[in-house]
Nanobody, 126 residues
Framework: VQLQASGGGLVQAGGSLRLSCAAS????????KGWFRQAPGKEREFVAA????????YYADSVKGRFTISRDNAKNTVYLQMNSLKPEDTAVYYC????????????????????WGQGTQVTVSS
């Protein structure tokens, strides 16, 4: 397993969760990472991404101001702090990795990510 996501669960609306994504390969520390999500009956969508230095971050409009992506390269782990959760945030959340360290607005789509974790379920009750 190259990417292991964890931290999902059931939370009430307005609550918070922190997802983690640990990479097993040391080389992955130099890759840009992202989070995507897929709600029931919907296509998988981009949530957030971060460059390998952490200097660049991007967010979907639907989560801006509520979610924060960060990384700890010493632990080879990426996090997604989710605050003010809404029922519409309910989905399976996937972490993903590029094979490059940089990201731009143009690379915020699935084909630009080469490695995927198994997903973790987030359920927000109203």
């Amino acid at each position: 397993v190259q990417l292991q996501a964890s931290g999902g669960g059931l939370v009430q609306a307005g609550g918070s969760l922190r997802l983690s994504c640990a990479a097993s390969e040391p080389s992955f520390v130099t890759y840009a990472k992202g989070w995507f999500r897929q709600a029931p009956g919907k296509e998988r969508e981009f949530v957030a991404a971060i460059s390998w230095t952490g200097g660049s971050t991007y967010y979907a409009d639907s989560v801006k101001g509520r979610f924060t992506i960060s990384r700890d390269n010493a632990k080879n782990t990426v996090y997604l702090q989710m605050n003010s959760l809404k029922p519409e945030d309910t989905a399976v959340y996937y972490c993903a990795s590029r094979s490059l360290g940089w990201i731009t607005i143009a690379t915020m789509s699935e084909p630009n990510f080469d490695y995927w974790g198994q997903g973790t379920q987030v359920t927000v009750s109203s």
